[in-house]
């Protein structure tokens, strides 16, 4: 069921939650955009960072975008599954979703092993700098919607009594798959 | 969109995000110069972006609230580069 609150000012038919949820990723928005706004602007003032990030496993990064894009699918899937009231297919689709974010994550510590080990850290540049800084911040991102997939997965999952909260919880796991769509060809295919 | 509103084709969304991804991992490897190549990466990412955000987000079925929400941050961050670009490309050429 959505949540029958009535806020004054607010169009109806919306849930004040899913405003709640859009205005903070309004705030991520000016996160990672002042991030990628200021990487974009340090890149076409300086030269060299084409060579340092042909230094990235870009296959790796595209299986990456792969199980991000599909774990949108699932996520979504979820949705759909919650407000069908079957929280056997919820429980499936975010336990998938849960699983993408574990393997995306997997990944990104094999890439980030083979850096470091072949001597490029943050200090080595400012290129690996920034891509340290977005990669981690996203990283951590891809944590906390794990642990909000967790935490809808462990009501909605068992019993669907609010599938808007599947909605707000895959509103997150998709900001978090559009920056990584945004940060695959800023580091890797640029 | 809440609850009773259709939903999109969310298969044929992830199939087009699937053959999107294939195309701009191929336009990196474009012959030639890079400017074409950057070009068709980014337009390709862009497309994604819209693609998920209008359909796995549902943001074709909100109102324009929601809109707002989404496009002054965006605003606020062209501000943001056009107003530090000037000075870090310029100040790159003149050294």
Same mark, same amino acid.
């Given at each position: 069921?959505?949540?029958?609150?009535?806020?004054? /000012?607010?169009?109806?038919?919306?849930?004040? /939650?899913?405003?709640? +949820?859009?205005? !903070?990723?309004?705030?991520?928005?000016?996160? !990672?955009?002042?991030?990628? #706004?200021?990487?974009?602007?340090?890149?076409?003032? /300086?030269?060299?960072?084409?060579?340092?990030?042909?230094?990235?496993? &870009?296959?790796?990064?595209?299986?990456?975008?792969?199980?991000?894009?599909?774990?949108?699918?699932?996520?979504?899937?979820? !949705?759909?599954?919650?407000? =069908? =009231?079957?929280?056997?297919? &919820? =429980?499936?689709?975010?336990?998938?979703?849960?699983?993408?974010?574990?393997?995306?994550?997997?990944?990104?510590? +094999?890439?980030?092993?083979?850096?470091? =080990?072949?001597?490029?850290?943050?200090?080595?540049?400012?290129?690996?700098?920034?891509?340290?800084?977005?990669?981690?911040?996203?990283?951590?991102?891809?944590?906390?919607?794990?642990?909000?997939?967790?935490?809808?997965? #462990?009501?909605?999952? +068992?019993?669907?009594?609010?599938?808007?909260?599947?909605?707000?919880?895959?509103?997150?796991?998709?900001?978090?798959?559009?920056?990584?769509?945004?940060? !695959?060809?800023?580091?890797?295919?640029? | 969109?809440?609850?009773?509103?259709?939903?999109?084709?969310?298969?044929?969304?992830?199939?087009?995000?699937?053959?999107?991804?294939?195309?701009?991992?191929?336009?990196? *490897?474009?012959?030639?110069?890079?400017?074409?190549?950057?070009?068709?990466?980014?337009?390709?990412?862009?497309?994604?972006?819209?693609?998920?955000?209008?359909?796995?987000?549902?943001?074709?079925?909100?109102?324009?609230?929601?809109?707002?929400?989404?496009?002054?941050?965006?605003?606020?961050?062209?501000?943001?580069?056009?107003?530090?670009?000037?000075? *870090?490309?310029?100040?790159?050429?003149?050294?």
């Amino acid at each position: 069921m959505i949540a029958h609150v009535e806020i004054p /000012g607010l169009p109806a038919g919306i849930a004040p /939650g899913k405003v709640a +949820v859009w205005w !903070f990723l309004a705030s991520e928005i000016m996160v !990672f955009g002042g991030l990628i #706004a200021t990487y974009i602007v340090f890149r076409l003032g /300086g030269s060299g960072w084409a060579e340092a990030s042909h230094h990235l496993n &870009v296959t790796l990064a595209t299986v990456n975008t792969l199980v991000l894009l599909t774990s949108s699918y699932t996520v979504v899937q979820a !949705f759909v599954a919650a407000e =069908r =009231r079957d929280a056997r297919a &919820v =429980r499936g689709h975010l336990a998938l979703t849960i699983l993408g974010g574990f393997i995306f994550l997997g990944l990104k510590a +094999v890439e980030y092993t083979t850096e470091i =080990r072949a001597g490029f850290t943050p200090g080595t540049g400012i290129f690996w700098s920034f891509y340290y800084m977005m990669t981690g911040l996203h990283a951590l991102h891809v944590i906390g919607g794990i642990v909000v997939n967790g935490a809808v997965l #462990a009501t909605e999952g +068992v019993s669907v009594r609010h599938p808007h909260r599947v909605e707000l919880a895959g509103l997150y796991w998709h900001f978090v798959d559009v920056v990584w769509i945004f940060l !695959f060809p800023l580091l890797y295919l640029a | 969109m809440t609850t009773g509103k259709p939903h999109p084709n969310y298969t044929a969304i992830w199939l087009w995000l699937m053959g999107l991804m294939g195309l701009g991992v191929a336009a990196s *490897f474009l012959p030639g110069g890079r400017t074409l190549a950057v070009v068709v990466v980014f337009a390709v990412a862009c497309v994604k972006a819209v693609l998920v955000a209008a359909n796995f987000m549902h943001l074709r079925f909100e109102p324009a609230l929601i809109y707002a929400l989404v496009l002054i941050p965006l605003l606020f961050l062209v501000v943001l580069a056009a107003a530090l670009l000037p000075d *870090f490309v310029w100040h790159s050429v003149s050294r």
